[in-house]
């Protein structure tokens, strides 16, 4: 049938406002990174069975970003979101995916996300969004009933009791994380701080590494003093049957490790007034999904905690690369 006037404007009209309507924000968070080193990981290798991905990762990653964007967490409703066409299409599917395809990802993705973490610090880190401070701090993730890996935990900050899990982070920047780990609490273990802490110096060197009272710990500030940093951390006389007559732990680490330095009390009080820092990179990352997971056992737990602070980096990055355009949109979390 031979189409009138009417028709190819209708026509157009639906073009025009379909592919509006792709064009979200969420669309331009993948505008300028690029996913497609997640099909080197042998985790995402075809089956030696023959068995074919249904989907490939990269387009699986940008549908759980989106998902994550859009405050939609867990593996059915997340496979819901994919039946919306214009979600499909703007993450590069060619169909949606099954509930399996995405329950598979998830899984697979456990044992690699920290590297994919990895590589989006590096992609900040190239950006110049890191700056001379970094902060260290832990938070609670809260878990759901039904998650039986999941234990009764305390908030030593709130002074009460939850269920879940918890992550250790170091910040620096706008809000920008730079190195994570997924812990059993919110206290993170020593262990667990002098780990991520040789992570993010791995990253590049600061000046100031700063955390509050939990990290007086002598191989921490020792750590950092011999690599050139100088550490933050307030003091704790229960540590020790020797109180010592100082506000900051450097300021005795230091004198053993240069006579030529004396650091001011002030100069330390200012640097550690920029604690706050991890404090709302805590807060950027809970809205981008870690406060809560939405998923059952430790393996879907971690992903889900390490895909937040992707999702922030990955919105940093977008803010930058799209700040320089005039009229740009700049997007939130």
């Not at 299409?89 to 995405?102: E, H, I, Q, Y």
């Not at 190239?126 to 890996?149: E, F, N």
Request: proline share 5%; with cysteine; glycine share 4%.
């Amino acid at each position: 049938m031979r189409s009138t006037p009417e028709t190819v404007s209708t026509i157009s009209y639906r073009r025009v406002s379909f592919f509006n309507a792709v064009e979200t924000e969420t669309l331009a968070l993948f505008e300028h990174l690029s996913f497609e080193f997640l099909e080197k990981f042998d985790v995402f290798a075809p089956a030696k069975t023959g068995r074919t991905r249904e989907h490939n990762p990269p387009e699986l990653m940008r549908g759980f970003l989106h998902c994550y964007y859009k405050d939609i967490y867990g593996i059915r409703p997340v496979e819901r979101e994919f039946r919306n066409m214009v979600a499909w299409l703007s993450c590069g599917f060619d169909r949606p995916p099954s509930r399996d395809a995405v329950d598979r990802f998830l899984t697979d993705l456990e044992h690699v996300v920290d590297e994919v973490f990895d590589r989006l610090v590096e992609q900040a880190a190239c950006r110049g969004l890191l700056d001379l401070t970094y902060c260290i701090d832990s938070t609670d993730v809260r878990a759901m009933p039904a998650d039986q890996d999941a234990s009764k935990c305390y908030d030593p900050t709130d002074d009460e009791y939850y269920y879940g899990y918890g992550c250790a982070i170091v910040s620096t920047g706008q809000n920008i994380p730079i190195a994570a780990e997924f812990t059993e609490s919110k206290q993170a273990p020593e262990e667990t701080a002098m780990r991520i802490t040789r992570d993010a110096l791995a990253v590049a060197k600061p000046i100031w590494m700063v955390g509050d009272s939990a990290y007086d710990t002598l191989d921490w500030h020792d750590h950092l003093l011999a690599a050139g940093v100088v550490p933050v951390a307030p003091y704790n006389a229960r540590n020790t049957d020797d109180s010592k007559d100082i506000e900051y732990r450097a300021e005795d680490r230091i004198d053993q490790y240069s006579k030529d330095v004396q650091p001011k009390q002030s100069t330390l009080d200012e640097t550690y007034n920029r604690r706050t820092g991890v404090e709302q990179t805590n807060e950027s990352v809970k809205d981008c999904g870690l406060g809560r997971t939405h998923t059952r056992g430790r393996v879907h737990a971690r992903a889900q905690v390490f895909l937040a602070p992707c999702l922030r980096l990955v919105v940093a990055i977008t803010n930058y690369e799209r700040g320089d355009n005039p009229g740009s949109t700049i997007i939130t979390v």
